[in-house]
Nanobody
């Protein structure tokens, strides 16, 4: 399955952005039965887990650094996953990646994900 992340951009601290991740696949393959995750990699930092959602959206998890500010959601009908980001901080500046998990639930470890999008850059300015 191929993942296409979009929605990044330049935003002032305190502002909001919504990232989207659209999935497409050969032979009708979709992500409807996969857990999904968002990761990010800031300048000179390791890639880190941001948020995850299970196959039907009933279970969501967040990194402590974004809890209460970011919301992950999914639309199974359109094979799209979203990351709504509010109250953005300078330290949220990063390339954000969406990924499809090998199982029906999400995970915090990047090794549990088999497909990755190309990343979308979010820059938060003061």
């Amino acid at each position: 399955v191929q993942l296409q992340a979009s929605g990044g951009g330049l935003v002032q601290a305190g502002g909001s952005l919504r990232l989207s991740c659209a999935a497409s696949g050969r032979y009708g393959r979709t992500i409807s039965n996969n857990g999904m995750g968002w990761f990010r990699q800031g300048p000179e930092k390791e890639r880190e887990f941001v948020a995850g959602i299970n196959w039907n959206g009933g279970d969501r998890s967040y990194a402590d650094s974004v809890k209460g500010r970011f919301t992950i959601s999914r639309d199974r009908a359109t094979n799209t996953v979203y990351l709504q980001m509010t109250s953005l901080k300078l330290e949220d500046t990063a390339v954000y990646y969406c990924a499809a998990a090998r199982r029906a639930w999400s995970a915090t470890s990047a090794g549990e994900y088999t497909s990755w999008g190309q990343g979308t850059l979010v820059t938060v300015s003061s």
